[in-house]
Protein backbone atom coordinates (compact mmCIF):
# COMPACT_ATOMS: atom_id res chain seq x y z
CA UNK A 1 0.00 0.00 0.00
CA UNK A 2 1.25 3.84 -0.49
CA UNK A 3 1.27 5.31 2.60
CA UNK A 4 3.13 8.24 4.44
CA UNK A 5 3.97 7.50 7.79
CA UNK A 6 2.55 10.17 9.81
CA UNK A 7 1.74 10.69 13.20
CA UNK A 8 -0.61 9.04 15.24
CA UNK A 9 -4.32 8.95 15.23
CA UNK A 10 -5.68 11.02 18.10
CA UNK A 11 -8.41 8.23 17.44
CA UNK A 12 -5.71 5.32 19.23
CA UNK A 13 -6.00 4.78 22.85
CA UNK A 14 -2.54 3.48 23.44
CA UNK A 15 -2.63 1.04 26.44
CA UNK A 16 0.46 -0.96 25.24
CA UNK A 17 2.22 0.20 28.53
CA UNK A 18 -0.72 -0.69 31.19
CA UNK A 19 -1.82 -3.72 29.81
CA UNK A 20 -0.47 -7.62 30.75
CA UNK A 21 -0.24 -9.86 33.21
CA UNK A 22 -4.06 -10.84 35.37
CA UNK A 23 -6.13 -13.84 34.83
CA UNK A 24 -9.23 -13.85 33.17
CA UNK A 25 -11.43 -15.50 30.30
CA UNK A 26 -10.27 -15.91 26.66
CA UNK A 27 -12.38 -15.03 23.91
CA UNK A 28 -13.22 -17.71 21.47
CA UNK A 29 -10.75 -17.37 17.97
CA UNK A 30 -10.22 -14.14 16.16
CA UNK A 31 -12.98 -11.78 15.33
CA UNK A 32 -15.54 -13.12 17.37
CA UNK A 33 -17.31 -9.33 17.87
CA UNK A 34 -18.17 -9.12 21.28
CA UNK A 35 -18.85 -12.02 23.63
CA UNK A 36 -22.62 -13.05 23.47
CA UNK A 37 -24.83 -13.60 26.14
CA UNK A 38 -27.05 -16.63 25.20
CA UNK A 39 -31.17 -16.38 26.23
CA UNK A 40 -30.09 -18.76 29.52
CA UNK A 41 -28.00 -16.19 30.63
CA UNK A 42 -30.31 -13.58 30.10
CA UNK A 43 -32.66 -14.96 32.08
CA UNK A 44 -30.49 -15.89 34.98
CA UNK A 45 -29.84 -12.04 34.79
CA UNK A 46 -33.53 -11.37 34.87
CA UNK A 47 -34.26 -13.70 37.95
CA UNK A 48 -30.97 -11.83 39.83
CA UNK A 49 -32.62 -8.21 38.95
CA UNK A 50 -35.95 -9.38 40.37
CA UNK A 51 -34.38 -10.87 43.34
CA UNK A 52 -32.10 -7.81 44.40
CA UNK A 53 -34.09 -5.11 42.62
CA UNK A 54 -31.29 -4.62 40.29
CA UNK A 55 -30.70 -3.98 37.07
CA UNK A 56 -27.85 -6.63 36.51
CA UNK A 57 -28.63 -6.71 32.43
CA UNK A 58 -27.28 -3.20 32.52
CA UNK A 59 -24.33 -4.31 34.35
CA UNK A 60 -23.15 -6.31 31.43
CA UNK A 61 -23.69 -4.02 28.42
CA UNK A 62 -27.22 -5.40 27.61
CA UNK A 63 -28.88 -2.44 28.19
CA UNK A 64 -28.40 0.33 26.06
CA UNK A 65 -24.40 0.38 25.13
CA UNK A 66 -23.44 2.46 27.62
CA UNK A 67 -19.83 2.67 27.96
CA UNK A 68 -18.43 0.88 30.42
CA UNK A 69 -16.19 1.76 33.89
CA UNK A 70 -12.87 1.97 33.67
CA UNK A 71 -11.86 -1.06 35.51
CA UNK A 72 -9.48 0.34 37.80
CA UNK A 73 -8.70 3.49 35.73
CA UNK A 74 -5.84 1.98 33.78
CA UNK A 75 -5.34 5.48 31.90
CA UNK A 76 -3.06 7.49 31.66
CA UNK A 77 -0.29 5.79 29.14
CA UNK A 78 2.41 4.56 30.65
CA UNK A 79 5.94 4.40 29.38
CA UNK A 80 6.03 1.82 25.91
CA UNK A 81 9.00 -0.01 25.21
CA UNK A 82 9.05 -0.53 21.43
CA UNK A 83 10.72 -1.02 18.33
CA UNK A 84 10.68 1.21 15.42
CA UNK A 85 9.16 -1.87 13.13
CA UNK A 86 6.01 -1.56 16.19
CA UNK A 87 5.91 1.91 16.09
CA UNK A 88 5.86 1.89 12.39
CA UNK A 89 2.73 -0.60 12.45
CA UNK A 90 1.52 2.13 14.91
CA UNK A 91 1.14 4.79 12.19
CA UNK A 92 -0.09 2.20 9.63
CA UNK A 93 -3.00 1.26 12.00
CA UNK A 94 -3.67 5.10 12.56
CA UNK A 95 -3.57 5.52 8.43
CA UNK A 96 -5.97 2.87 8.47
CA UNK A 97 -8.12 3.58 11.17
CA UNK A 98 -8.05 7.41 10.20
CA UNK A 99 -8.57 6.48 6.20
CA UNK A 100 -11.49 4.03 6.63
CA UNK A 101 -13.22 6.13 9.14
CA UNK A 102 -12.92 9.70 6.93
CA UNK A 103 -14.31 7.29 3.80
CA UNK A 104 -17.29 6.53 5.95
CA UNK A 105 -17.74 10.25 6.85
CA UNK A 106 -17.98 11.17 3.32
CA UNK A 107 -20.76 8.69 2.78
CA UNK A 108 -22.71 8.85 6.22
CA UNK A 109 -22.42 12.73 6.86
CA UNK A 110 -20.89 14.88 9.84
CA UNK A 111 -22.68 13.19 12.24
CA UNK A 112 -21.07 10.00 12.22
CA UNK A 113 -18.97 9.52 15.34
CA UNK A 114 -15.75 7.81 14.90
CA UNK A 115 -14.28 4.41 16.83
CA UNK A 116 -11.67 4.09 18.84
CA UNK A 117 -8.74 1.77 18.71
CA UNK A 118 -7.10 0.44 21.83
CA UNK A 119 -3.95 -0.77 21.52
CA UNK A 120 -2.98 -3.08 24.34
CA UNK A 121 0.10 -6.05 24.74
CA UNK A 122 -0.93 -9.53 26.18
CA UNK A 123 -4.48 -8.46 27.97
CA UNK A 124 -6.88 -5.08 28.39
CA UNK A 125 -10.11 -5.66 29.54
CA UNK A 126 -12.70 -4.40 27.74
CA UNK A 127 -16.25 -3.84 28.41
CA UNK A 128 -17.02 -7.05 26.54
CA UNK A 129 -14.40 -9.17 28.37
CA UNK A 130 -10.91 -9.48 28.43
CA UNK A 131 -8.70 -8.40 25.42
CA UNK A 132 -6.57 -11.14 24.99
CA UNK A 133 -4.37 -13.34 22.59
CA UNK A 134 -7.19 -16.15 22.21
CA UNK A 135 -10.10 -13.25 21.69
CA UNK A 136 -8.31 -12.00 18.82
CA UNK A 137 -8.89 -7.98 17.32
CA UNK A 138 -13.08 -7.33 18.45
CA UNK A 139 -14.97 -4.68 18.46
CA UNK A 140 -17.03 -4.04 21.17
CA UNK A 141 -20.42 -2.81 20.86
CA UNK A 142 -20.70 -2.07 24.87
CA UNK A 143 -17.41 0.46 24.58
CA UNK A 144 -17.59 1.57 21.12
CA UNK A 145 -14.22 0.54 20.50
CA UNK A 146 -12.07 -1.71 18.46
CA UNK A 147 -9.10 -4.03 20.31
CA UNK A 148 -6.03 -4.80 18.76
CA UNK A 149 -3.17 -6.22 19.90
CA UNK A 150 0.08 -5.61 17.41
CA UNK A 151 1.63 -8.73 18.36
CA UNK A 152 -1.68 -10.79 16.36
CA UNK A 153 0.00 -8.98 12.76
CA UNK A 154 2.59 -11.97 13.27
CA UNK A 155 0.03 -14.52 14.03
CA UNK A 156 -1.77 -13.16 10.90
CA UNK A 157 1.47 -13.89 8.82
CA UNK A 158 2.82 -17.16 10.76
CA UNK A 159 -0.35 -19.05 11.73
CA UNK A 160 -2.70 -17.78 9.06
CA UNK A 161 -0.46 -17.42 6.17
CA UNK A 162 -2.05 -14.20 5.48
CA UNK A 163 1.19 -11.35 5.15
CA UNK A 164 1.15 -8.19 3.41
CA UNK A 165 -0.01 -4.60 4.67
CA UNK A 166 -3.17 -4.82 3.26
CA UNK A 167 -4.22 -7.85 4.80
CA UNK A 168 -3.23 -5.95 7.95
CA UNK A 169 -6.21 -3.73 7.02
CA UNK A 170 -8.32 -5.66 5.99
CA UNK A 171 -8.34 -7.40 9.16
CA UNK A 172 -8.31 -4.11 11.53
CA UNK A 173 -11.37 -2.50 8.38
CA UNK A 174 -13.50 -5.59 9.45
CA UNK A 175 -13.28 -4.40 12.89
CA UNK A 176 -13.98 -1.02 12.83
CA UNK A 177 -16.75 -2.18 9.58
CA UNK A 178 -18.45 -3.72 12.96
CA UNK A 179 -18.84 0.11 14.63
CA UNK A 180 -20.25 1.41 11.34
CA UNK A 181 -22.78 -1.23 11.86
CA UNK A 182 -23.11 -0.63 15.68
CA UNK A 183 -22.96 3.20 14.56
CA UNK A 184 -26.15 2.12 11.39
CA UNK A 185 -28.30 0.30 13.91
CA UNK A 186 -27.78 -3.11 12.76
CA UNK A 187 -25.77 -4.71 15.05
CA UNK A 188 -28.62 -4.21 17.80
CA UNK A 189 -31.10 -5.24 14.99
CA UNK A 190 -29.73 -8.34 14.42
CA UNK A 191 -28.84 -9.03 18.26
CA UNK A 192 -32.31 -9.10 19.11
CA UNK A 193 -33.12 -11.02 16.22
CA UNK A 194 -30.88 -13.58 17.46
CA UNK A 195 -32.46 -13.31 21.15
CA UNK A 196 -35.89 -14.20 19.78
CA UNK A 197 -34.72 -16.97 17.40
CA UNK A 198 -31.52 -18.68 19.18
CA UNK A 199 -31.47 -21.59 16.56
CA UNK A 200 -30.93 -18.18 13.61
CA UNK A 201 -28.36 -17.07 15.92
CA UNK A 202 -25.12 -18.44 14.50
CA UNK A 203 -26.63 -17.98 10.82
CA UNK A 204 -27.13 -14.53 11.56
CA UNK A 205 -23.81 -13.40 13.35
CA UNK A 206 -22.67 -15.05 9.81
CA UNK A 207 -24.44 -12.41 7.72
CA UNK A 208 -23.62 -9.81 10.01
CA UNK A 209 -19.71 -10.74 9.65
CA UNK A 210 -19.90 -11.22 5.87
CA UNK A 211 -21.81 -7.69 5.95
CA UNK A 212 -18.46 -6.36 7.84
CA UNK A 213 -15.92 -8.06 5.02
CA UNK A 214 -18.36 -6.21 2.28
CA UNK A 215 -17.93 -3.14 3.74
CA UNK A 216 -14.45 -3.45 4.21
CA UNK A 217 -14.49 -4.24 0.48
CA UNK A 218 -15.96 -0.75 -0.41
CA UNK A 219 -13.33 0.64 1.34
CA UNK A 220 -10.79 -0.85 -0.41
CA UNK A 221 -12.67 -0.02 -2.89
CA UNK A 222 -12.02 3.62 -2.14
CA UNK A 223 -8.10 2.71 -1.51
CA UNK A 224 -7.75 1.39 -5.47
CA UNK A 225 -9.43 4.73 -6.84
CA UNK A 226 -7.32 7.19 -5.02
CA UNK A 227 -4.39 4.62 -6.37
CA UNK A 228 -3.17 3.79 -2.94
CA UNK A 229 -3.07 -0.27 -3.64
CA UNK A 230 -0.26 -1.99 -5.23
CA UNK A 231 0.20 -5.06 -6.76
CA UNK A 232 -0.54 -7.43 -4.74
CA UNK A 233 -2.77 -5.92 -2.04
CA UNK A 234 -5.74 -7.16 -3.59
CA UNK A 235 -4.58 -10.49 -4.07
CA UNK A 236 -3.73 -10.27 0.36
CA UNK A 237 -6.68 -9.11 1.53
CA UNK A 238 -8.48 -11.66 -0.37
CA UNK A 239 -6.23 -14.22 0.97
CA UNK A 240 -6.70 -12.88 4.83
CA UNK A 241 -10.31 -12.99 4.50
CA UNK A 242 -9.80 -16.53 2.95
CA UNK A 243 -7.61 -17.31 5.73
CA UNK A 244 -10.37 -16.20 8.57
CA UNK A 245 -13.14 -18.37 6.84
CA UNK A 246 -14.70 -20.81 9.96
CA UNK A 247 -14.17 -23.85 7.51
CA UNK A 248 -10.20 -22.78 7.43
CA UNK A 249 -10.18 -22.01 11.16
CA UNK A 250 -12.06 -24.81 12.25
CA UNK A 251 -9.51 -27.58 9.95
CA UNK A 252 -7.11 -25.46 11.51
CA UNK A 253 -8.22 -26.34 15.08
CA UNK A 254 -8.62 -29.78 14.40
CA UNK A 255 -12.27 -29.69 13.92
CA UNK A 256 -14.45 -31.45 11.78
CA UNK A 257 -16.13 -28.49 9.34
CA UNK A 258 -20.08 -27.55 10.80
CA UNK A 259 -21.58 -25.24 8.92
CA UNK A 260 -23.95 -24.72 11.28
CA UNK A 261 -21.58 -23.96 13.89
CA UNK A 262 -20.34 -20.97 11.66
CA UNK A 263 -20.22 -17.39 12.88
CA UNK A 264 -18.24 -15.83 10.43
CA UNK A 265 -19.18 -17.54 7.33
CA UNK A 266 -16.55 -20.36 5.24
CA UNK A 267 -13.50 -18.86 3.28
CA UNK A 268 -15.49 -18.52 0.18
CA UNK A 269 -18.36 -16.47 1.41
CA UNK A 270 -15.99 -13.74 3.06
CA UNK A 271 -14.09 -14.01 -0.37
CA UNK A 272 -17.10 -13.05 -2.05
CA UNK A 273 -18.73 -10.52 -0.14
CA UNK A 274 -15.43 -8.67 0.45
CA UNK A 275 -15.41 -9.03 -3.70
CA UNK A 276 -18.84 -7.69 -3.74
CA UNK A 277 -17.69 -4.70 -1.77
CA UNK A 278 -14.79 -4.17 -3.63
CA UNK A 279 -15.70 -4.64 -6.71
CA UNK A 280 -18.59 -2.14 -6.19
CA UNK A 281 -17.82 0.68 -4.08
CA UNK A 282 -21.25 0.12 -3.13
CA UNK A 283 -22.85 -0.34 0.29
CA UNK A 284 -26.60 -1.11 -0.70
CA UNK A 285 -24.66 -4.33 -2.50
CA UNK A 286 -23.71 -5.21 1.03
CA UNK A 287 -27.21 -6.37 2.37
CA UNK A 288 -26.00 -9.75 3.27
CA UNK A 289 -29.36 -10.28 5.29
CA UNK A 290 -31.77 -10.68 1.79
ZN1 LIG B 1 -16.15 -9.71 12.77
Same mark, same amino acid.
Given at each position: ? /???????????????????????????????????????????????? *?????? %????? $?Q?????????????G??????G?A?Q???????F *???? *???T??Q?? $?????? @??????????????? @???????????P????????? $??Y?????????????????????EI??? *????M?????? /???????P???????????????? %??????????????????????????????????????S???????????????? /??????????? $??????????
Amino acid at each position: M /RWTPGGESSNIEDERGNSGGGGGGGGGGFQLGAPHLGIGGIVILLILS *VIFKRD %FLSLV $GQGGGSPAPAYGAQTGGGPVQAGPAEQKEVQFVSF *VLDD *VQSTWRQTL $GPQYRD @TKLVLFRDQYPSACG @TADQASGPFYCPGDHKVYLDL $GFYEELKQRFGAPGEFAQAYVLAHEIEHH *VQSWMGIEQKV /RRMQESSPSEANALSARLELQADC %FAGVWGHSTQQRKILEDGDVQAGLNAAAAVGDDRLQKASGHLVNQKSFTHGSSAQ /RVEWFQKGFTT $GDVNACNTFQ
